[in-house]
């Protein structure tokens, strides 16, 4: 683009410039045709003498005077001498420029048109000016030869006792004209040729800076479609700190992304397949033992192995098939702004025991009994609610999960704690119960799909896909969860501590 518009600028420009050099020489020529005009004045347009003064005047010059009596006859002609061969050479130097030069030029609408200078003029024939001349009117025009040149023409009366005896004809050849445009025309030429050579440079770097890359990218992100390929396998561009590296950046980390969910629908179904595998072979023992015992007791206890075992798995799956679900949903779930005291109170309205609704309140605390006699204490900053934005229902997900976790792990009479602290930029929520803690190696294990530690009498109440889900949906949040232990001053465990920290809006 830069090399044709420079092109385009540089013929408007020509265009102008041709108007403008023929506007100046003809200004120029019209005081060279006074000077002649004023000497012969009042001299005898026959005389050898007026012919001698004219051949002096217009030596060395190119110019070609014609003098016309008041009948428009021819008296002379004279033409300066001139140099042929340099003439020749000025030409054939010049030639292609010039040709181009006047086509395209001539192609201008603001260009003005030169016609063609009349063949015969014999006899005062068709002499350009030469009426406006004999008429006492001076005249000056542009014409081309039959050579294609510019020829300047000026007709000029001559003026004898206030009367009109004839006309002077001055023709000049505008070689000069016809060499300025072809300078002009050649300094265009180099310019575009300088600007395209640049831009085909800029070409092949941009087709080795971009194009290349992005066939490569193209290339390795196919290869990573068919499954030839991972994300190691993409081109790291990361250092060229642009657009490309940015993709190349964001192509590594989607493919990473992509193979790690793969990764983790690989071991989901490796999970899931052994979670409903021990409940299956629980029942298939089961059924196959009812066979063949008689006793009302035992088949009333194998009965109530089946019902169990068949609960078992209907939670399984139904946990399951959430959890499957969850990262479409969370993708297509939209954040609002959430005041966090606001949901966590309208949780526990929940868990309130519908006969002895009583709540204990103090400045910044709740205190009242669950339906199972146990108690949730509600600590929080009154005055400042903590808001963040994310998807409420499912935040109200997680906070369910983490409440029945902490009280299915206390005894009747203890006490889950809430507490709920506004930082600068963060919201710090904590679940602590007073049960017996969490095994130092299994922090971070409890977070795992299926993994459950709990007491014999709650075996098979729970899939262990509860405190995932958790994981999963603060992850979404750009959040964090994590587990620790309560500790008294002596460094015994008192109870296990559940911390949310999520942005604060």
């Given at each position: 683009m830069i090399a044709l518009i420079t092109l385009l600028f540089g013929v408007l420009y020509l265009g102008q410039y041709q108007n403008n050099i023929i506007e100046t020489k003809l200004e120029n020529f019209e005081r060279e045709a006074d000077i002649i005009a004023i000497a012969i004045s009042g001299s005898d347009i026959n005389a050898q003498t007026t012919k001698d003064k004219i051949a002096q005047i217009i030596k060395g010059t190119d110019q070609h005077v014609q003098v016309y009596d008041k009948n428009a006859n021819l008296v002379f002609s004279q033409k300066a001498s001139s140099n042929k061969s340099s003439r020749r050479e000025?030409?054939?130097?010049?030639?292609?420029?010039?040709?181009?030069?006047?086509?395209?030029?001539?192609?201008?609408?603001?260009?003005?048109a030169i016609p063609k200078y009349p063949e015969n003029t014999d006899n005062g024939l068709n002499v350009p000016d030469l009426d406006n001349a004999l008429s006492g009117l001076p005249s000056l025009s542009a014409w081309q030869d039959a050579d294609d040149e510019i020829l300047l023409s000026a007709g000029l009366p001559i003026i004898q006792n206030d009367e009109t005896i004839g006309a002077i004809i001055i023709l000049r050849e505008g070689r000069d004209i016809k060499a300025a445009i072809g300078e002009v025309w050649s300094g265009i030429i180099k310019i575009f040729l300088a600007t395209l050579l640049i831009t085909l440079f800029l070409s092949i770097f941009l087709a080795n800076a971009i194009a290349n890359p992005l066939k490569k990218l193209a290339k390795a992100a196919e290869a990573v479609r068919t499954g030839r390929a991972t994300g190691d396998d993409i081109p790291d561009l990361s250092q060229r700190y642009d657009?490309?590296?940015?993709?190349?950046?964001?192509?590594?980390?989607?493919?990473?992304?992509?193979?790690?969910?793969?990764?983790?629908?690989?071991?989901?179904?490796?999970?899931?397949?052994?979670?409903?595998?021990?409940?299956?072979?629980?029942?298939?023992?089961?059924?196959?033992?009812?066979?063949?015992?008689s006793k009302q007791e035992d088949r009333e206890k194998l009965m109530a192995i089946i019902n169990h075992d068949i609960q078992r798995m209907d939670r399984l799956i139904t946990d399951i098939s959430s959890a499957s679900r969850l990262d479409?949903?969370?993708?297509?779930?939209?954040?609002?702004?959430?005041?966090?005291?606001?949901?966590?109170?309208?949780?526990?309205?929940?868990?309130?025991?519908?006969?002895?609704?009583?709540?204990?309140?103090?400045?910044?605390?709740?205190?009242?009994?669950?339906?199972?006699?146990?108690?949730?204490?509600?600590?929080?900053?009154?005055?400042?609610?903590?808001?963040?934005?994310?998807?409420?229902?499912?935040?109200?997900?997680?906070?369910?999960?983490?409440?029945?976790?902490?009280?299915s792990f206390s005894k009747e009479g203890d006490t889950v704690t809430i507490t709920i602290n506004r930082g600068e930029n963060l919201i710090a929520i904590h679940i602590d119960d007073e049960g017996q803690g969490i095994p130092e190696n299994k922090l971070e294990t409890i977070f795992d799909r299926f993994y459950t530690q709990r007491p014999d009498e709650f075996y098979g109440q729970n899939s262990g896909l509860g405190l995932s889900i958790s994981k999963q949906i603060i992850e979404s949040h750009r959040g964090e969860i994590f587990a620790e232990n309560r500790r008294d001053a002596d460094g015994n465990i008192i109870g296990a501590r559940f911390n949310v920290i999520l942005k604060a809006k």
């Open positions: 000025e030409l054939q130097s010049i030639k292609i420029l010039k040709n181009t030069a006047g086509i395209i030029t001539n192609l201008l609408p603001d260009t003005k657009e490309i590296g940015d993709l190349s950046v964001v192509l590594r980390s989607m493919t990473d992304a992509l193979w790690a969910k793969m990764d983790s629908i690989e071991s989901f179904a490796a999970d899931v397949s052994h979670e409903l595998k021990n409940p299956l072979t629980s029942l298939k023992s089961a059924i196959e033992t009812l066979q063949r015992v479409a949903e969370l993708s297509r779930e939209a954040f609002s702004t959430i005041k966090i005291n606001d949901i966590i109170c309208q949780l526990l309205e929940s868990y309130k025991d519908p006969i002895q609704r009583k709540t204990t309140t103090k400045e910044n605390e709740e205190t009242f009994k669950t339906t199972n006699g146990k108690t949730i204490r509600l600590v929080t900053n009154k005055g400042q609610n903590s808001i963040t934005r994310g998807a409420k229902t499912r935040l109200l997900q997680v906070f369910q999960n983490l409440i029945d976790n902490a009280l």
